[in-house]
Nanobody, 121 residues
Framework: QVQVVESGGGLVQAGGSLRLSCAAS????????MGWYRQVPGKQRELVAV???????TYADFVKGRFTISRDNAKNSVYLQMYSLKPEDTAVYYC???????????????WGQGTQVTVSS
């Protein structure tokens, strides 16, 4: 069974920084993309950033230039470094890891439980 666990959320003032971490554990033959998403009450979960197995990155327009996604394949981990945080960045941040089956044919998405990020003005 695969588990995905996020950490690093918290309360920060506007303009501040936070670093989120996400690690997968269990039986993990191979990991494809890793990504960060966020959700506020009453709204749909939205993509923040994603990084492919090859290291290519994609960012939502609202975080470009402020957030950086990275991964450590040896640790089955993905990180989100957030700078210049704004009150509108307040949300629950979720990590998703797309993991291959043992025969590498199928891919399955695993989500973490979420970590709260609150930015005060």
């Amino acid at each position: 069974q695969v588990q995905v666990v996020e950490s690093g959320g918290g309360l920060v003032q506007a303009g501040g920084s936070l670093r989120l971490s996400c690690a997968a554990s269990g039986r993990i033959p191979s990991i494809d993309a890793m990504g960060w998403y966020r959700q506020v009450p009453g709204k749909q979960r939205e993509l923040v950033a994603v990084i492919s197995s090859g290291g290519s990155t994609t960012y939502a327009d609202f975080v470009k230039g402020r957030f950086t996604i990275s991964r450590d394949n040896a640790k089955n981990s993905v990180y989100l470094q957030m700078y210049s945080l704004k009150p509108e960045d307040t949300a629950v941040y979720y990590c998703k890891q797309t993991i291959r089956s043992s025969n590498l044919v199928f891919r399955y998405d695993y989500w973490g439980q979420g970590t709260q990020v609150t930015v005060s003005s």
